[in-house]
């Protein structure tokens, strides 16, 4: 029977050594770094005494069970650098198999299942205000949630009325969309300082989509609104329209106006891009958002804000111009602009410029202060409060012609259901609406997150920002979103929750009941130049184009290509088109990574590029290939054109060389003649077969940053291995991470018992060069 004294003992003499074959010579290896071959010898015995003592007193299947515990885990044979080049056996963890399907049904079966708790778990989940509201510390919070929320409210009510002409639409919605998305925000959302409300991009691809359909309606978009809407009743809309549209809405014919139609588009879509974002969050594909990269995202802001720009200069200047849809709409209205440009309002111009300079000087000076300034100037506000009575006791529209916006009617419309037969014309439309809207709340909510020291849910945020679509479709509204401008300055002005969302939708309730109408007189070109002073933060993006060339040449033509798209074409293709480039930038820069070969660090262990360090040493008949990306099945080739252009043999060619020189060699004796083809004798033959480019006898592949294999990799290496081991030259591996270790044990790089896996896998770069030199030691020291 097998003692535990004995068992001890063997195991003890195990853990000096592995089982090395007899003559193998990585088995003439010993803990000092230099000995003669008489020690070197005797070092061999000793080692292979041990082995015979530990496989005649353990069995052979426990001998690899060392200080592991199971038979089950498997061993990794490969050589690591601990003062020798001794081979280590490293021992991988076992994975338990996980059968997905239990998994799956029991998942199921817990999602399924209904208990008190969970009903009150889930309850709390889809509505966060009831887990913070209830620990809300009044006396601390409420001062800077009040503060915030008035300011917001009062910044949210001129860019509401301002982002109406972005939308096309009458601006009561706009107010109808900024109070809903408050409300509704303050129950579901998990951030604390976002603002979510009316967004400039947003309402331009609303308006995008409306103006489209109005025209596919028959509609004509350049008719501006009648003023005079005495009794402030919406249903008096068809006056500023004499084309009607017979539309079916919930099995009843009713004739629909110019402005129900637009408004009925509108809800349609809105409602559509909310259901998307709540079924994201069902099957949590959140991870969406991970294709809009940073550049992405700023070349489709700026270009949207050059789009929103050129939308809003015929009312800066007070010209009537057709509006332009569909693609290449910014430079076919800047064309008809110069046409047009004689027919420009004097009054609108000089309005224009005046309220620029007042917005564009406040807004500086508040930017060089703001460490000064307890909250932000309401300078929108003030201006449209002046404007307004400049407009009304000048009577600018009556005299000079202005464009003014018209009657807003007080109160709440009654709540309709979105007109089904749209949603279909629209659902194409809204998915990249949900996801522009998405991807600006979750980039926000994280910001903020990050900065006050929170956590969100992203998937929660995806059901809050559906359901401030969905639900206020219902009310005569439109898309949502998070704003950029808005949260920062909810977060200067002491913002602690969500609280300070219900403060700026009770603002704005109050101009919905009862200061809506005051804004009749307001005229359009103010309303203009806010939306234009609000894009300085995108526009100044064109600033940082040299800086980000200097950081990442890659990233600025993401940037540019995605702008120019979104500018030029359109801004849903612009975006669709930003995902694709960078999508297959990233892919060009797998396809063409870099390669270099590597050198010794001076009295170091270590190896870098050749070509990009002074002072490295080149290791004699030695080769160190680095492959900087994955090897798959698009890089195959590049990755073996720059091995044989880098170590200047292609084995290929050099075999085929080699066996023509043979056949000449065959032919000349067959002759008779002792002469070589070139001339020299039989016994030179052997060294010209050599040639003069194969300096080397070891070729160590670092992987250290190939991420993955897939099997036209596999395929790759084990070509290389075999094309090199008939010119005698050995491929050694370094740095692999496990998956590409068990990716090449299933592709059978290592052979059927992964018997020469400790002579080809190594843990590091100077290990594997070790190994090659000790491949030269004397045959005489073998044993």
Excluded at 563 to 573: D, K, P
Aim: aromatic content about 10%; glycine content about 6%; overall charge positive.
């Amino acid at each position: 029977m097998w003692g535990e004294d004995q068992q001890t003992a063997a195991q003890e003499a195990c853990s000096l050594t592995e089982a090395p074959p007899l003559n193998s010579r990585s088995s003439t290896t010993c803990s000092k770094e230099s000995c003669t071959p008489e020690e070197l010898c005797y070092c061999v015995l000793i080692r292979n005494l041990l082995w015979n003592y530990c496989s005649y007193f353990m069995p052979l299947e426990h001998i690899h069970e060392v200080n592991t515990g199971t038979m089950e885990r498997p061993l990794e044979a490969t050589r690591m650098e601990n003062t020798t080049s001794a081979c280590v056996l490293m021992e991988r963890k076992t994975h338990v198999k996980i059968n997905r399907k239990q998994v799956m049904l029991a998942k199921l079966r817990k999602s399924c299942s209904c208990t008190p708790q969970k009903l009150k778990n889930f309850l709390m989940d889809f509505l966060p205000v009831l887990q913070w509201l209830p620990k809300y510390k009044c006396k601390e919070y409420i001062w800077g949630d009040v503060m915030s929320g008035l300011v917001i409210g009062i910044i949210l009510v001129p860019q509401a009325i301002a982002y109406s002409l972005l939308a096309g639409l009458k601006p009561i919605y706009s107010l109808y969309t900024s109070f809903f998305a408050n409300i509704i925000y303050f129950l579901m959302g998990t951030s604390r300082h976002v603002s979510v409300g009316i967004f400039s991009l947003i309402s331009l691809m609303v308006g995008q989509v409306v103006d489209r359909e109005l025209l596919l309606a028959g509609f004509d978009l350049n008719d501006d609104a009648s003023p005079s809407l005495g009794d402030g009743s919406l249903q008096n809309d068809t006056q500023s329209n004499t084309t009607a549209f017979n539309l079916t809405i919930a099995g009843m014919n009713a004739e629909c106006g110019k402005e129900c139609y637009a408004i009925g588009i509108a809800t349609a879509l809105t409602f559509v891009a909310g259901v998307y974002q709540v079924l994201m969050g069902i099957f949590r594909l959140g991870f969406i958002s991970m294709y809009l990269s940073e550049a992405v995202l700023d070349g489709f802001a700026t270009g949207a804000s050059l789009t929103i720009l050129t939308a809003q200069v015929k009312y800066l200047i007070g010209i009537k111009i057709p509006r332009s849809q569909g693609h290449g709409m910014l430079v076919i209205t800047w064309i008809n602009v110069f046409r047009n440009i004689s027919q420009a309002n004097i009054c609108d111009v000089i309005t224009s410029a005046i309220c620029i300079l007042v917005l564009v000087t406040a807004k500086e000076l508040g930017d060089r202060y703001k460490h000064k300034l307890k909250f932000p100037l309401p300078t929108e506000l003030v201006v449209i409060v002046v404007a307004t009575l400049v407009s009304h006791y000048g009577k600018l529209n009556e005299v000079y012609a202005s464009s003014v916006s018209g009657a807003i009617p007080t109160g709440f419309i009654p709540p309709k259901v979105p007109p089904f037969n749209l949603m279909l014309r629209v659902a194409v439309d809204a998915l990249p609406l949900a996801i522009v809207s998405f991807v600006f709340t979750v980039s926000l909510s994280e910001m903020c997150a990050k900065k006050y020291a929170y956590s969100i849910k992203a998937n929660q945020e995806m059901f809050a920002v559906g359901f401030c679509n969905i639900i206020p479709s219902f009310f005569h509204s439109f898309a949502t979103s998070a704003a950029l401008a808005k949260t920062l300055v909810k977060t200067s002005t002491g913002c602690q929750t969500q609280v300070s969302g219900v403060i700026s939708a009770m603002v704005v309730l109050l101009v919905l009941l009862f200061l809506a109408p005051l804004f009749y007189s307001l005229q359009k070109c103010v309303l203009a130049c806010i939306i234009i002073v609000s894009l300085r933060g995108a526009l100044r993006k064109f600033r940082d184009v040299p800086s980000r060339y200097h950081m990442n040449k890659v990233d600025t033509f993401v940037w540019i290509v995605t702008m120019s798209a979104s500018a030029l074409i359109s801004t849903e293709i612009g975006l669709l088109v930003g995902i694709v480039f960078s999508l297959l930038c990233i892919i060009v820069r797998t396809q063409r990574p870099r390669t270099a070969l590597l050198g010794q660090i001076q009295d170091t262990n270590f190896y870098e590029d050749d070509l990009e360090y002074e002072n490295l040493c080149s290791v004699p008949k030695i080769k160190i290939f680095r492959f900087e990306a994955p090897l798959y099945y698009a890089n195959k080739d590049y990755f073996l054109k720059s091995l044989y252009r880098l170590t200047n043999l292609d084995p290929n060619l050099e075999v085929a060389r080699r066996k023509k020189y043979e056949k000449k060699e065959k032919r000349h004796l067959k002759k008779g003649d002792h002469t070589t083809a070139n001339g020299l004798g039989t016994g030179e033959t052997t060294l010209q077969l050599v040639p003069k480019q194969t300096d080397f006898q070891a070729l160590v592949v670092d992987c250290s940053s190939i991420l993955f294999l897939d099997t036209t990799g596999v395929n790759t290496l084990k070509e290389i291995l075999k094309d090199y081991k008939v010119l005698n030259i050995s491929v050694l591996l370094a740095c692999c991470n496990p998956s590409v270790i068990d990716t090449l044990k299933r592709g059978g790089y290592f052979g059927k018992d992964f018997g020469s896996m400790q002579e080809m896998l190594f843990y590091s770069i100077h290990n594997a060069v070790q190994f090659a030199k000790d491949q030269k030691l004397p045959e005489d020291c073998s044993v």
